[in-house]
Structures are given as structure tokens and as C-alpha cells.
């Protein structure tokens, strides 16, 4: 059972290197002169719990091979580089209070994006610890740092292979962690104990192989292109005459010169070159084991080894987001347990219910689609709030008197608030069951039987009649000879109010159309027409520069 923890312990380093102690700072390199036998030994102790020597390697890996440090960093920025924010739980049940304070003390504090870094050095190893260092002198005491600890000086309880103990001189097998003193961030990529699950163990064998490839291709560059020699002696030579022309040989490759005996020849024979065969087989090999950790640790080559066509790149691009959420909530699971939970519990007390952080590594939107949802909406009759529409797209609010791209501003006079909306309907409808008195008033002649559009004489649509906007000229300009599709449109909205709802109104239509003699809907649609032609000119019209 872990002690109790004091205030003292909190404020001061516990887990920190010991020159002459267990927990030395230096090491002894694992991956010098590494072969398969001892990379065999490395791995059968790790399963058994000792992973000294194995973390050791790990390190040496990120260290001394240029592709497994790419692909391990950038899996690590994806995370660490990504925005945080602090949440309430799914409910919003958090007390808004206690965001705020994890907002400012730890999300905001200096150490955080280090934290992250430092918690996803599991990825390759498996597990990794972080000393908190707390400030408990201010007024709420909060993580004033976060210090990496090397896993060489932590070890595996040996009964369950399941308790992270730190190595002390007092205890051979270890003490247990002080609550809330460490963040302990342990790998998800597969099932098992934790010192088993880091990529480094996939990637040690591509490591080890890589190493071979590399050695033996610098011994073959280092005599490639060079001629080689042969030395020739009779038979019956003597013993130092063939040491004499052994000398000469490799004298003659860094000297260009030498000394043999008169009866003795040195050829030299010139290689083939021209094919690249051999000095592709060591490249070819050094960049499959490559592709085989690309794999490993980022799920595809196409980010890293090559291109392809877009939609294969987008393909391999959705892999490895997939990997980095999976990263982030595993992170964000991790701070919230250890950091923002005991920072809650010391300040404000036990609670019900926690703020959690979270990154927003979230799938990119297609804009685009987004574009034409929104434009069906709005053409369907949707009110969309125009601040809305901005912050979705990033667009931000023009100021006055600047240039602006695409149509011109609103008329005032054609926007109608809900309120507008409704007595226009409604005085529609007192228009069309004849309870306007002013009928007759609105007939281009004293006969009324003459229109403007009868006569030809109509009115230009950009004209101005009053404070009436064009749009409405246009609606009056239909409405100006009512009377004759008066009765079938008074018809159809007394259907309408009647019906409860969409598909009983669909109904009572289709009976009214088939027991209507007298229903002529040509008229109707031609005056429908004409006010939409009108409307789609005067709209071609203003959209030109």
C-alpha cells in the first residue's frame, strides 16, 4: 500500500537521478555491435520484467537511426503540437468554477505541452513517468513542474508484473508511487503488460537488420569503382619473395606504386560498372526495412517513403489521424487521472464530477460539401444566421465601406422580420378570399380589363415606385388581375388549413385536382412564370460588375 503523501513530499523531488545510488544517471549502450543473440537476450529479460537493457536500446534507436526518430517524432507533434481545452464531462455537470481553474493553472502553465511530449515517449517503450513537482505556497496549489523520469529507474512488481514501483537503496523490490506525485502514461497500441506493448520492439529488429545493411554497404562503397589487384608469382617462389609481392599488392592501392621481384606480375583488373545492380541491392534493403517501421509506427509509407495519387494519399493520411486520436484520448485520459482529478481533489475537495482536457484533433471538414448543404437550406426557405455561416467558414465580418466579393448588400426593404413575415402571409390571404374592399382600384383602366402587360407598356424592373423594393413591385405586378385564380388559390389554403399534417394535405390536393371540373392551373403557372423570369433577370442583372 502506498504511504500517505505530505505537502513536503508534493513540493520536492523524490524520483531524482542519485550519482552513487540506483538510479544513475549515466548508461551502458545496448546498441553498439548489436546481433541477433543479444538482441534476443534484451527482449527475453523485458518479458520477464527486467527492461533496463531494453529501454536502453529504445533510446539508442531514436538516437542513432534518422528514420525511426522521423516517424516517432512526428506521431509525438501530432499530439503535442495540438490545440488542448478543457471541457466539462459529457453532461455538463463540472462546476464551471473548476474549469476555469484547470484552464489556468494547468492548461495554461508552461509545462503542459512538454508533459504531453514527454507522456508519449510510450509510444516507443511502452510506459512513461513524470515527476510532478507541486507549488503549494500559493493560494491554490497547482503542478508547478513536470519532470521526466527514465523508465531504468522504475521496475515491475514481480508477483503480477502489473505495479510501477520506483527503485530505491532501501528496497530491493521497489516502493510504491506516492498519489498524486507521478503521471504514469502507459501504451494502448496492443493488449498485455505495458513494457511489451511500445513500437521499439517491432522496431529493434528493422534496427538491427538496418545496422547490417548499412555496414556492409559502407565496406562495398568504400572499394567500389576501385580496380582490383592480383598478384602473380612463378611456382617454386620462395616464401619471402611472396610476402614481398603481398606487400606490393596492398601498397599499391593507397601508394599507387611498389617493389617486386623481376619475375613476378601484378594485374590490375578493372570492374564492371554501368548496371547499379550492387549498389541498389544495399539501398533497396536499407529502404524496405524503412517502409516496415513506416508500417509499424505511423500505419502507412505514403506520408514518409512516397507519392501516389491524391486520393491514396488522403487514404493513407486518414490512417495515420486515426492513430494520432487514439493517441490524444489516451493522453487526455492519462492527465485527467493524474493531474486534473488530484489537482481538483487537493483544492476544492472530492467531487462528483471532474473537468476533463481534451485535444481537438478532430476529422478536417469538406468544406465544399458544407458550402452546398448550406445553399440547398437556404434556397428550401432555411434561416440561416449569418454569423453562423462566418465563423463555419472562417469568413469574417466585412467593414463599412469595404470592398466586398460576390452580390451586393441586402435591400433593407426585402428583408422581413418573423413578425413582417406573417402579416404580408396574412394579408395575402385576405387578398385571395376577397376581404380587400380595394379590388377594383388597382385595374390599369376604368374597365379594368387592361393590364400592362396586356398593352405592353410595362414598367422598367429597375424603376423605383415609392419606398417599395423591386421584388414587391414584381409580387404586386402578379397580383394585379387576382380574380380569375382567386377561387382555386382560396381553395387550396383552406385545404391547407384543414389539413394535420403534410401527408394529409398531399391527400386532400390529389381529390381536389380529380373532382375539380373547372380547375385550369395554366393561368396560374404562366403568372408563376413571368414573376420568376423577371425575378432570375433582375438577378443576372445586379450580379454583373
Not at 521496475?155 to 508484473?161: A, H, V
Not at 603481398?246 to 599507387?256: F, L, M, P, R, S
Request: hydrophobic letters at 35%.
Amino acid at each position: 500500500m502506498p504511504k500517505p503523501v505530505t505537502s513536503k513530499d508534493l513540493g520536492r523531488e523524490i524520483a531524482g537521478p542519485t550519482i552513487t545510488g540506483v538510479r544513475s544517471p549515466y548508461r551502458s549502450s545496448q546498441a553498439a555491435g548489436i546481433t541477433p543473440e543479444r538482441l534476443g537476450a534484451i527482449v527475453r529479460a523485458a518479458d520477464d520484467g527486467d527492461v533496463e537493457a531494453y529501454v536502453t536500446l529504445a533510446e539508442e534507436m531514436e538516437e542513432r537511426d534518422g528514420h525511426y526518430a522521423s516517424v516517432i517524432e512526428s506521431r509525438k507533434l501530432e499530439v503535442s503540437g495540438a490545440p488542448w481545452d478543457v471541457e466539462s464531462d459529457d453532461e455538463g455537470r463540472a462546476k464551471e468554477e473548476h474549469v476555469r481553474a484547470v484552464r489556468d493553472d494547468i492548461l495554461k502553465g508552461d509545462g503542459f505541452e512538454g508533459l504531453v511530449k514527454d507522456l508519449l515517449d510510450a509510444t516507443a517503450k511502452g510506459y512513461s513517468i513524470c515527476e510532478i513537482i507541486w507549488d503549494t505556497k500559493a493560494k491554490r496549489w497547482r503542478p508547478d513542474e513536470y519532470k521526466w523520469r527514465t523508465q531504468r529507474w522504475f521496475m515491475w512488481d514481480i508477483e503480477t508484473l502489473s505495479e510501477l514501483r520506483i527503485i530505491t537503496e532501501k528496497t530491493p523490490h521497489g516502493e510504491s508511487l506516492l498519489p498524486h506525485k507521478y503521471v504514469v502514461h502507459t501504451s494502448h497500441i496492443r493488449s498485455g503488460p505495458s513494457f511489451r506493448a511500445g513500437l521499439g520492439r517491432i522496431a529493434s529488429i528493422a534496427f538491427m537488420a538496418k545496422s547490417f545493411t548499412v555496414k556492409d554497404w559502407l565496406a562495398f562503397v568504400e572499394v567500389y569503382g576501385m580496380p582490383i589487384r592480383i598478384g602473380k608469382y612463378p611456382e617454386g617462389a620462395l616464401d619471402d619473395d611472396i610476402d614481398a609481392l603481398e606487400k606490393a599488392v596492398h601498397d599499391i592501392g593507397t601508394d599507387a606504386g611498389g617493389v617486386i621481384p623481376a619475375n613476378m606480375a601484378i594485374e590490375l583488373l578493372q570492374p564492371v560498372t554501368g548496371s547499379g545492380n550492387a549498389a541498389d541491392l544495399f539501398r533497396n534493403k536499407a529502404d524496405w526495412w524503412d517502409k516496415q517501421v513506416s508500417k509499424a509506427v505511423l500505419g502507412q509509407t505514403m506520408t514518409t517513403d512516397e507519392g501516389a495519387s491524391l486520393s491514396q494519399s488522403q487514404t493513407h493520411a486518414d490512417t495515420l489521424r486515426k492513430r494520432v486520436q487514439a493517441d490524444a484520448r489516451a493522453v487526455a485520459r492519462t492527465i485527467n487521472r493524474y493531474v486534473v482529478r488530484p489537482y481538483i481533489d487537493l483544492n476544492f475537495g472530492p467531487q462528483e464530477y471532474y473537468p476533463r482536457l481534451r485535444a481537438q484533433i478532430d476529422d478536417p471538414e469538406d468544406q465544399e460539401a458544407k458550402s452546398r448543404t448550406v445553399k440547398v437550406l437556404v434556397d428550401a426557405g432555411m434561416r440561416i444566421p449569418a454569423a453562423w455561416a462566418r465563423n463555419e467558414f472562417g469568413i469574417p465580418d466585412p467593414e463599412e465601406d469595404e470592398e466586398i466579393l460576390g452580390g451586393s448588400p441586402l435591400d433593407e426593404s426585402t428583408t422581413r422580420t418573423p413578425e413582417e413575415a406573417e402579416a404580408a402571409r396574412k394579408a395575402f390571404e385576405d387578398r385571395m378570399s376577397g376581404k380587400d374592399g380595394d379590388e377594383g382600384e388597382e385595374d390599369g383602366d376604368e374597365d379594368g380589363d387592361e393590364t400592362d402587360e396586356d398593352n405592353g407598356d410595362s414598367p422598367d424592373l429597375n424603376a423605383s415606385r415609392g419606398n417599395k423594393s423591386v421584388i414587391d413591385q414584381i409580387v404586386d405586378e402578379a397580383l394585379a388581375d387576382w380574380e380569375p385564380v382567386a377561387s382555386d388559390v382560396a381553395a387550396v389554403l383552406e385545404l391547407a388549413a384543414r389539413a394535420t399534417s403534410f401527408e394529409s394535405l398531399k391527400a386532400e390536393l390529389r381529390r381536389f385536382a380529380d373532382g375539380s371540373e373547372d380547375l385550369n392551373e395554366s393561368d396560374f403557372v404562366r403568372r408563376l412564370a413571368v414573376a420568376t423570369f423577371k425575378s432570375r433577370g433582375l438577378g443576372d442583372a445586379t450580379d454583373d460588375p
